[in-house]
C-alpha cells in the first residue's frame, strides 16, 4: 500500500502560510491520519510544494513533522521548492541525486514500481517535461514492462479547467508524456500534486489524478475567469492499494479523527 501526500506548503516554526494557513498544523494531522491507518502503508510519497519558499529553515520544519512516519517516505520538488535546498536538507535520501540535474528516481514499493517525475522549472511556478525527463522516463518504463508502474509528479498533465492554476500547469511535454504512457499498459496510475483538489481524468490509457492537500484546498469554480482563491474546505490523502490480479485500487481518505466506526 503507497499513501500520497501532496502540497504541504510548510513555513518556518510560528509562520502561517498566506498569513492564516497553520499548514504544520495540517502535516502534524496527516501523519496521526497515516499512521492509524488499518494496513500499515510500505510507504509514502509526498508530491511536491514541501515547503512554502525553499529555505533551509522551512525543510528542517518538515523534516521534525515527518519524523514520526516510520516507513520509506519519498520527496519530489514542486515548485514551491528549490532543488539544491531540499537535497541538502535530506542528505540520508540518496535517492534524491538519482536523477542529475533533476530529483527523478524508481523504487519498488511492495508489488508496485514507483517512477517519481520531476515537473519543476526553477523561478517558475508552471511546470514542464523536456527531451532528457521524458527519455529518462521511458528509460525506466522499458525497465519494467513487466511490473505494476506508478507515475508520481506535481504538476498534472491535463487540463482541469480551473483556469488560474492551468494557466500554471504542465505547460510543456503534457502531449509527449501521455503518448509515452499509452505505449505502456502497465502504468496503474499516474498522481500529481498542485491543485489541492481530487480531480481524475482519462489519460493515455490509464488514469491520471490529482489528490487534496492535507491543509487548504484551490477552490473550485470552473469560469475561465474565477479569481485565485483557496478555501478550508477538508484536507485529505490518496491510498493506492492494489487487488489480487495486481491493479492500483486508489482511495481518497480524509486527514483527521473522526467519530466512528460504528456497526451496521
Do not use: K
Not at 514520526?68 to 541525486?97: I, T
Request: hydrophobic share 40%; aromatic share 6%; with cysteine.
Amino acid at each position: 500500500m503507497l499513501v500520497q501526500l501532496t502540497d504541504l506548503h510548510i513555513c518556518e516554526p510560528g509562520q502561517l502560510a498566506c498569513g492564516r494557513i497553520d499548514t504544520a498544523a495540517f502535516l502534524r494531522t496527516a501523519v496521526a491520519s497515516v499512521l492509524r491507518l488499518r494496513q500499515r502503508p510500505r510507504a509514502v510519497v509526498i508530491t511536491g510544494d514541501l515547503v512554502e519558499s525553499g529555505r533551509a529553515a522551512e525543510y528542517a520544519h518538515l523534516a521534525e513533522l515527518l519524523a514520526p512516519l516510520d516507513l520509506p517516505l519519498y520527496l519530489l520538488p514542486g515548485n514551491h521548492d528549490e532543488r539544491g535546498q531540499l537535497r541538502r536538507s535530506f542528505p540520508g535520501h540518496a535517492w534524491l541525486h538519482e536523477g542529475g540535474e533533476f530529483i527523478q528516481y524508481a523504487v519498488d514499493v511492495g508489488g508496485l514500481r514507483l517512477i517519481a517525475l520531476d515537473t519543476s522549472e526553477p523561478g517558475a511556478s508552471h511546470g514542464r517535461l523536456d527531451a532528457p525527463r521524458l527519455t529518462w522516463l521511458e528509460r525506466q518504463l522499458q525497465a519494467c514492462r513487466d511490473r505494476p508502474v506508478v507515475i508520481a509528479m506535481h504538476h498534472p498533465p491535463f487540463t482541469t479547467l480551473i483556469g488560474h492554476m492551468d494557466d500554471i500547469g504542465l505547460l510543456q511535454g503534457a502531449g509527449e508524456l501521455e503518448a509515452l504512457v499509452a505505449r505502456h499498459a502497465n502504468v496503474e496510475r499516474v498522481i500529481c500534486g498542485h491543485l489541492h483538489r481530487a480531480i481524475d481524468v482519462r489519460f493515455g490509457g490509464t488514469i491520471a489524478c490529482t489528490t487534496p492537500s492535507p491543509a487548504h484546498q484551490i477552490t473550485l469554480d470552473l469560469d475561465p475567469r474565477a479569481p485565485a482563491q483557496w478555501m478550508f474546505e477538508p484536507p485529505g490523502l490518496r491510498v493506492l492499494a492494489q487487488d489480487g490480479r495486481g491493479r492500483v485500487v486508489s482511495h481518497v481518505a480524509a486527514s483527521g479523527e473522526f467519530e466512528g466506526p460504528y456497526p451496521f
